[in-house]
Nanobody
Framework: QVQLVESGGGSVQTGGSLRLSCAAS?????????MAWFRQAAGKEREGIAS???????TYADSVKGRFTISEENAKTTLYLQMTSLKPEDTAMYYC??????????????????WGQGTQVTVSS
């Protein structure tokens, strides 16, 4: 099990930027874990928006590609989501998640079994 705690959410205007952080409890064999960011807007289904594997390979949803960047700090205990050119439709609760994938592919379509509590992002027009 990995404990995850998000921070960095807030309110910004259209076109603004935010950086979300996700602090992970210490865990072994990072290269076999898939880390990801999801979001859920009010009344909508949860959407996987970005993932990163132990080698640093990333995937992005089309809705955020070119605007959001997923990354990790060197010790790989903090996950980031840099969000730029924010739009009102980016308003949602944002969650980080982790799952063990071994040698399998890492993307947001995996079944994630470790979740943070979420951090709210609100973008006003």
């Amino acid at each position: 099990q990995v404990q995850l705690v998000e921070s960095g959410g807030g309110s910004v205007q259209t076109g603004g930027s935010l950086r979300l952080s996700c602090a992970a409890s210490e865990y072994s064999y990072r290269r076999y874990w898939c880390m990801a960011w999801f979001r859920q807007a009010a009344g909508k289904e949860r959407e996987g928006i970005a993932s990163i594997d132990g080698a640093g390979t990333t995937t992005y949803a089309d809705s955020v590609k070119g605007r959001f960047t997923i990354s990790e700090e060197n010790a790989k205990t903090t996950l980031y989501l840099q969000m730029t050119s924010l739009k009102p439709e980016d308003t949602a609760m944002y969650y980080c998640a982790a799952t063990w994938v071994g040698h399998s592919y890492c993307d947001t379509y995996r079944t994630f079994d470790n979740w943070g509590q979420g951090t709210q992002v609100t973008v006003s027009s």
